[in-house]
């Protein structure tokens, strides 16, 4: 059989949740245990066969390898993970994956009894999170799944031949940890010859199922924020691309590298077997000169132009996009057109969105839109048509339109902005805040508390569905919330927390709740995207200036602070994440929207702290995963985002103790932006890493208050009090005492009372041991 040339438009990967997160129903039915293994798969072939036949209804070849088998259960480093059967140890005897897949699968992801589940973190600069990999001397890879072969196997039988996709070998390394127990300096990327084989194997019976083009994803060609020096990674690539391409009995191999520019790896590939290279035309560039002998090399591949924005949701300019790809002529005959990246990224299809403002609609493109613009890009490339021409001149007449509309621009607020200086981002010197905090909210040594959300119940949920749609009245839903936050003060006065929130039942997501408050935002009802596994999000759509009309989580704070007399917390979403967690307009700078958003903030502390808030907690989570992924870049925009917080809190009274939270990040390579953000303590997740953090932030001199977490809330596991003090025992013999503060990983928003309840009373039994010690220790010192 003869593989086909490569498809002139594709795409790198398409969402994989459903339209109406079918994926996300059926996978958390299965976990409940009303949806069978079998009733799952059943599901998920569904799933799968939508999608083939929505891409080839939007444009796609059924029969081309334009379409991609990029679908997941959960996570697609996770896939490849379990795909050359890299389990960590610690999970011997509680899975096997020969006699129980899916079961070893989720295990892997969600934990189970004491065995906790592989660390979370982001996907490069992006809001996805993946599972990392847990690699050792040890680790036995083999082919021990064929999941994606059967995914071929099923469209062939469909009668689609489709392109399977895998994260590939050097990106799954780079990205892997060393397992516990490994030796000192063990790299898992050091593991890289034995690893390639397992590919070798997996593409032989990808070619045998039918496949004639294999999409192997290595976005760790386009960063520096990787543990190997890119000498090392660029030997390796060359090694790994001509043993693969080597085999003739394999697909063609399509190579792509997304989410930034390929730089030099784009030569080293060039001199492989390997047939396409895809790189990111929209995030990154292509070089501007290379050697006659890369030259020589490029022109017999298929050079695939990622010039359509997968990460974002605006209709962008197809014309310029039409110029990148010619562009990448003069380096390859062979072009083809693609998405920048996956469109995991991104909605599913703009048309579902009938309760949004149709000027606005027009300005966008979600994933359906994108491969539509994928197409119409590829045949203004192969020659173009008067049909292309009309498509092009609309694009750009909804950019006119978007530039001139009322909102994009609002004078008041640019003003504003312009009169900004230095001292508006000061606050008091750490020395006198600590002391005025310390006067002020007399709290104990390791002082308790949670990250703001508590647990979301079906009733909460209802009960917004009806106020929202007219069902109940206004007042109505506002006695079901007070009922809620006074039930939350009430368990945790019963838990013995020290310090208290009100646990967001108002708040249906962290950042859609303040575009809902703020100016220059509106929100889908149908745009979800996938956050992890089945968690999903739906991005607000920042279109214009920002501006607060009036106080937005005043009442609510003010409300549960009336019933206790311990502090509560005021509760806000930083800059920098409402940033990361919207889809944002691509016209201006971020840093003068993060400036925007950052002055409407510090607007709402002044009015927290006129309503008696003595603590104030702005979650940045999101502070590390906008870190752009060249360290060239890095400078910038660590100072326009640690500025950005600190214009919003830099207002705020000596004695207001600023919080700020962090998850989901490789905390170390930030530290010093954590530094200076300049917050009075800073919570961080740190459960599923056992405490890693705690060497960093003792060799860094950071010395504000830390608040390490000690439960992984995003595993439904409860923590043993042993556990507990084992992590919290940890931090104290890594940070000064009186730093140190008692938390969770992240908000409560995802799980069940029950287990939540459970959760912290052993977290506040371990405090009690732990103070305990310390004090029988001072005793006896004495």
């Known amino acids: 059989m003869t593989a086909s040339a490569f498809p002139t438009g594709t795409i790198l990967g398409y969402p994989r949740i459903g339209r109406r997160r079918e994926l996300k129903k059926a996978v958390e039915a299965h976990w409940a245990g009303t949806l069978s293994a079998s009733e799952l798969e059943d599901a998920v072939r569904s799933i799968r066969s939508d999608i083939r036949d929505r891409l080839v209804a939007l444009g796609l070849g059924a029969a081309d390898s334009s379409i991609p088998e990029s679908f997941s259960l959960y996570d697609q480093v996770l896939d490849a993970a379990v795909t050359v059967g890299a389990v960590p140890s610690r999970f011997a005897g509680e899975i096997d994956l020969a006699a129980d897949e899916l079961d070893a699968y989720f295990t892997l992801a969600r934990g189970r009894g004491e065995i906790a589940p592989l660390e ?6 992006s809001n996805y999170h993946y599972l990392v990999p847990e690699i050792g001397p040890d680790t036995t890879f083999g082919l021990t799944s064929e999941r994606l072969v059967r995914d071929v196997v099923e469209a062939r039988e469909a009668g689609f031949v489709t392109r399977p996709v895998i994260v590939g070998p050097l990106t799954l390394l780079l990205l892997s940890k060393a397992e516990e127990g490994a030796p000192e300096g063990f790299e898992p990327f050091s593991r890289i010859g034995d690893l390639v084989p397992v590919y070798a194997e997996l593409l032989a019976k990808l070619r045998a199922a039918g496949a004639e083009w294999v999409q192997i994803d290595e976005p760790a060609l386009v960063s520096d924020a990787v543990p190997v020096s890119s000498e090392r990674v660029l030997r390796a690539l060359d090694g790994v691309y001509q043993r693969l391409g080597a085999s003739s009995d394999r697909p063609r191999i399509f190579v792509s590298a997304a989410y930034g520019s ?21 995030r990154g560039v292509l070089p501007s000169r290379v050697d006659s002998a890369t030259r020589t090399r490029l022109a017999e591949k298929t050079l695939v132009a990622g010039v359509i924005d997968g990460r974002n949701v605006w209709r962008g300019d197809l014309a310029a996009a039409l110029e990148k790809a010619a562009d990448a002529r003069r380096l390859s005959h062979s072009v083809a057109v693609s998405t920048s990246t996956t469109l995991i990224h991104v909605p599913h299809d703009v048309t579902l969105e009938t309760e949004l403002d149709p000027r606005l609609v027009s300005w966008l493109a979600f994933a359906d839109q994108k491969v539509q613009q994928v197409g119409i890009v590829a045949r203004g490339l192969t020659g173009g048509t008067a049909a292309v021409e009309r498509e092009l001149a609309a694009a750009s007449a909804a950019l006119a339109d978007r530039d001139a509309a009322p909102g994009v621009h609002d004078n008041s607020v640019r003003g504003r902005v312009s009169l900004l200086s230095a001292a508006d981002r000061e606050r008091a010197s750490w020395a006198e805040r600590r002391d005025a905090q310390r006067e002020a909210l007399d709290l104990p040594v390791l002082p308790t508390t949670t990250i703001g959300s508590f647990p979301q119940t079906a009733e909460i949920r209802r009960a917004r569905a009806r106020y929202l749609s007219g069902a109940d ?71 214009g200036d920002v501006s607060r009309l009036g106080p937005i989580t005043v009442g609510w704070s003010r409300y549960a602070q009336s019933l206790t007399d311990k502090p509560v917390k005021g509760m806000l979403t930083g800059p920098v994440t409402i940033l990361a967690w919207s889809f944002v307009r691509d016209d201006q700078p971020l840093a003068e929207t993060a400036a925007q958003v950052a002055l409407a903030l510090r607007d709402e502390i002044a009015d927290l702290e006129r309503a008696g808030i003595r603590i104030v907690q702005v979650d940045e989570p999101a502070l590390r995963e906008l870190l752009p992924l060249r360290e060239e870049d890095q400078p910038a925009y660590l100072e326009w985002s640690v500025g950005a917080f ?41 459960a599923r890493s056992r405490m890693e953090i705690v060497d960093d932030i003792a060799a860094s001199g950071f010395d504000h208050g830390i608040g390490p977490g000690v439960y992984d809330i995003h595993s439904p596991r409860v923590p043993s009090v042993d556990e507990v003090t084992e992590l919290l025992t940890r931090a104290v013999e890594g940070i000064e005492l009186d730093r140190i503060w008692v938390n969770p990983d992240c908000g409560l928003k995802t799980r069940g009372y029950e287990e939540t309840a459970a959760s912290l009373r052993n977290v506040l039994e371990a405090a009690r041991l732990v103070r305990a010690r310390i004090a029988e220790r001072a005793e006896a010192a004495v």
């Open 120 to 125: 979370m973190t982001k996907w490069f600069d």
């Open 646 to 686: 600190r214009l919003a809190t830099g207002g705020a009274k000596p004695d207001t103790q600023i919080h700020t939270h962090l998850c989901y990040s490789e905390f170390g390579v930030v530290l010093d932006a954590i530094k200076r953000l300049d917050a009075d303590v800073t919570s961080i997740e740190s």
């Open 262 to 282: 390929i730089g030099d790896a784009l030569g080293v590939l060039a001199a492989t077997p390997v047939e396409a290279i895809g790189v990111d035309l929209v």
């Open 473 to 543: 009245s206004a007042e109505t839903y506002v006695t079901t919330i007070k009922n809620e936050i006074a039930d939350v003060i009430r368990l945790q006065e019963e838990l013995g927390l020290d310090v208290l929130v009100h646990g967001e039942p108002e708040r249906n997501d962290m950042v859609q709740y303040f575009a809902e408050n703020l100016e220059g935002f509106e929100v889908t009802k149908h745009g979800w995207v996938q956050s992890y596994g089945s968690r999903c999000t739906r991005p607000s759509i920042l279109w």
